[in-house]
């Protein structure tokens, strides 16, 4: 296998990457040839296309989670050699990943998670068990987001038709006005506040998901290594 076989295998695994993701990673691996100069000792560094996606995006789940008990990130430029001056095999702690600009969603991680789980060197079995609570865990953050906006929408739209029927009893009894009129506000800010931090909400649920799915593919790739 030349370095062009190589790369064209890992866009494969890595194409359905966010865009800035994809093109990073793509940099990273084509610099890493440039560096390494001889194609069959960077391949052999870096180990099959799907060993080497799997770990890239192992590290980048790492990275987008904000563990960084696992792995440090930089741009590919500043890697770091080894003691004896050479590269060490794969993703370790403190190796370089490349690092989009942009701010992670949700939606992404949940996606890189799930390429993750597709390169993984592991069993059928415990792919699918980790795609079949991955699919659970969009399922729970959808129902959670849906229901924050409906109760959110539904504070709001109580508050609004109060403040009005405040308006319109407050010629007959000013102290019924500004007690309907608060409460009304208070209703309207609860419901604002309850989305901003469902917000926060669903993205901690995905957050924990994904560190729970790459918990089990790390243990996994131990028990391989050992």
């Known amino acids: 296998m030349n370095r062009e076989t190589?790369?064209?295998?890992?866009?494969?695994?890595l194409k359905r990457l966010p865009k800035d993701d994809y093109e990073n990673a793509m940099e990273y691996f084509t610099e890493y040839f440039d560096d390494a100069g001889n194609d069959e000792e960077a391949i052999r560094e870096l180990g099959s296309p799907r060993e080497a996606a799997?770990?890239?995006l192992a590290a980048l789940l790492n990275q987008k989670t904000g563990d960084s008990s696992s792995s440090t990130f930089s741009d590919?430029?500043?890697a770091k050699a080894d003691g004896d001056g050479r590269r060490g095999r794969r993703?370790?702690?403190?190796?370089p990943v490349p690092e989009?600009?942009?701010?992670s969603s949700p939606l992404s991680?949940?996606?890189?998670?799930?390429?993750?789980?597709?390169?993984?060197?592991?069993?059928a079995p415990l792919a699918l068990a980790a795609l079949v609570l991955l699919v659970c865990g969009v399922v729970v953050v959808l129902c959670a987001v849906l229901c924050i906006f409906i109760f959110s929408v539904c504070f709001v739209i109580a508050g609004a038709y109060s403040l009005v029927q405040g308006f319109a009893v407050a010629s007959a009894s000013v102290p019924a006005f500004l007690i309907i009129s608060g409460s009304s506000l208070l209703a309207i800010g609860l419901g604002v506040l309850l989305f901003v931090a469902g917000i926060f909400f669903?993205?901690?649920l995905v957050i924990r998901l994904a560190k729970l799915i790459q918990r089990m593919l790390e243990k996994r790739r131990v028990k391989k290594d050992e």
Not at 6 to 13: D, N, P, S, V, W
Not at 100 to 103: G, I, L, N, Q, S
């Open 54 to 56: 799997s770990d890239l």
């Open 76 to 78: 590919a430029s500043d």
């Open 91 to 95: 993703f370790r702690a403190g190796d």
């Open 100 to 103: 989009a600009k942009e701010k």
């Open 202 to 204: 669903c993205k901690w």
């Open 109 to 123: 991680i949940l996606l890189i998670a799930c390429l993750a789980i597709c390169a993984a060197p592991i069993a």
């Open 6 to 13: 190589y790369l064209k295998e890992l866009r494969k695994y």
